[in-house]
């Protein structure tokens, strides 16, 4: 069973550009919504999360929108940077911080 | 503060042989959880540690074992080890206390390979 779908599974963007990545999730008790960064030979980094109470967060470039009856949530990149080339994942949070997370973004932006 | 470290980076076995991967957690954490993440693919949930105790367990066979130490660090322990078994294993912390809540923090992972 799938729980968590993200997409798209890659994108290219150029510098200045938005990125959207989108993630859909089955189960109603996820209670924690975040998203992670991971550059290669990295760990993953917590980039922004949300509680399932509020429907947008907003972190400098990164925000996060929430919508909890079509149990989904995105990412936006906004003034996307060559910096920002990495591998983005959904990772909502079940029983005991539990994370499932989605099979991941690979960002590419272009100079 | 130094992070979660894990130890060693990278690690090359051969198929039915035993590992252990260790982990430190970020300083004031108490939790650690394990997750394997195949390449191409998202970390996978293996199994967390709170109290010395295992609190809870993703779908990984009994091959994979662990243990928690008083001060809070954790080894991961896979015997008998599958071709399948080669991935990276990535160690998180948290804790309920503190200001970040029980956000996860990852370490940079250990690179495990099976010949």
């Known amino acids: 069973q799938q729980q968590v779908k993200q997409s798209p599974q890659s994108l290219i963007v150029q510098k200045g550009g938005i990125s959207i990545i989108n993630c859909a999730y089955e189960?109603?008790?996820?209670?924690?919504f975040p998203w992670y960064q991971q550059f290669p030979g990295k760990g993953p980094a917590l980039l922004i999360a949300i509680r399932p109470d509020v429907s947008e967060k907003k972190e400098g470039r990164f925000t996060i929108s929430f919508n909890k009856s079509a149990k989904q949530f995105s990412l936006h990149i906004m003034d996307s940077q060559p910096g920002d080339s990495a591998t983005y994942f959904c990772?909502?949070?079940?029983?005991?911080?539990?994370?499932?997370f989605g099979a991941g973004t690979q960002v590419v932006v272009t100079p | 503060d130094a992070g979660v470290t894990q130890s060693p980076t990278h690690l090359i076995k051969t198929r039915g042989q035993q590992v252990t991967l260790r982990c430190s957690p970020k300083?004031?954490?108490?939790?650690v959880s394990w997750y394997q993440q195949a390449l191409g693919q998202g970390p996978q949930f293996i199994f967390q540690?709170?109290?010395?105790?295992?609190?809870q367990r993703g779908n990984f066979p009994d091959r994979f074992s662990g243990h928690q130490f008083p001060n809070y660090s954790s080894e991961l322990n896979v015997n008998a080890l599958l071709l399948g078994d080669s991935a990276l294993y990535l160690c998180a912390s948290s804790s309920l206390a503190g200001e970040s809540g029980d956000t996860q923090y990852f370490g940079p992972g250990t690179r495990l390979t099976v010949l």
């Open positions: 189960n109603t008790a996820f209670d924690y």
């Open positions: 540690y709170y109290e010395e105790e295992e609190r």
């Open positions: 300083s004031g954490h108490d939790t």
């Open positions: 990772a909502p949070r079940g029983s005991w911080g539990k994370l499932q």
